[in-house]
């Protein structure tokens, strides 16, 4: 399978708790695109790679949060004493055009 | 900042017919590409269907095509001889050329139904 892949696809913690996710975008992609999607609603962005600069982040992005993209390969979304509104299904997206991006499954978090 | 908006949360059609779905959007932007995205009940978001602005022509894979109306900021896609695994979240999505970087601006979503 050569299409984008995340890890873990679930995860449930508890309120306070940190938690990270991974992205491993396909293999010749330069962006890495992540997104919030919470129920009933569609994506919204959260911050851009390319390579390994982030170039955009979200107002949405707070300071709890964090995102690395080390090497411009992979890509790690770190989310800090998490809160009941972060529950939520992460996604991440890689792309060689800007106008063409590959989604992932997508990380569905709880927070309980 | 762009906008996009999907009015109608619920579509049905019966299987083999016609059904559109809605999308307009706000940009003060001359460049850009709209998208129609589908996703399964597994979540993962794939491209149905590609429009460049700068093209008049409207885009047609297979059995999905757009009516892209630039002036009036619309963008429908139609689904002709709808197949009950077209019964997915279909997701309207914007992205603005130059220094965006390519991020998508999505709508609310709509879901499709389809009758046997």
């Known amino acids: 399978d050569t299409g984008v892949s995340q890890d873990p696809r679930h995860k449930i913690t508890k309120r306070g708790q940190n938690v990270t996710f991974r992205c491993d975008p396909i293999?010749?992609?330069?962006?890495l695109y992540w997104y919030r999607q919470t129920l009933g609603q569609g994506p919204e962005f959260l911050t851009y790679?390319?390579?390994?600069?982030?170039?955009?982040k979200s107002r949405l992005l707070s300071d709890r949060f964090s995102a690395e993209r080390p090497k411009g390969s992979f890509s790690t979304l770190e989310i800090q004493r998490t809160e009941q509104g972060d529950s939520a299904m992460y996604l991440c997206?890689?792309?060689?055009?800007?106008?063409?991006?590959?989604f992932g499954p997508g990380t569905r978090l709880t927070v309980l | 900042a762009q906008t996009v908006t999907q009015s109608q949360p619920e579509m049905s059609v019966q299987e083999a017919e016609t059904v559109t779905l809605s999308c307009t959007y706000d940009?003060?932007?001359?460049?850009?590409?709209l998208f129609w995205y589908k996703q399964p009940p597994s979540r993962q978001m794939i491209l149905v269907i590609r429009?460049?602005?700068?093209?008049?022509q409207n885009a047609t894979e297979n059995r999905f095509s757009v009516n892209f109306q630039k002036a009036a900021k619309s963008f429908s896609l139609k689904i002709s001889d709808s197949q009950l695994g077209d019964a997915v979240m279909y997701f309207c999505?914007?992205?603005?050329?130059?220094?965006?970087?390519?991020?998508?601006?999505f709508g609310q979503g709509t879901i499709l139904t389809v009758h046997p």
């Open positions: 997206a890689s792309s060689y055009r800007a106008d063409e991006q590959f």
């Open positions: 293999s010749e992609h330069n962006r």
């Open positions: 790679f390319q390579n390994e600069a982030q170039l955009e």
């Open positions: 940009t003060s932007e001359s460049d850009y590409y």
């Open positions: 429009q460049e602005a700068y093209k008049q």
């Open positions: 999505a914007f992205y603005a050329g130059g220094t965006s970087y390519g991020k998508l601006t």
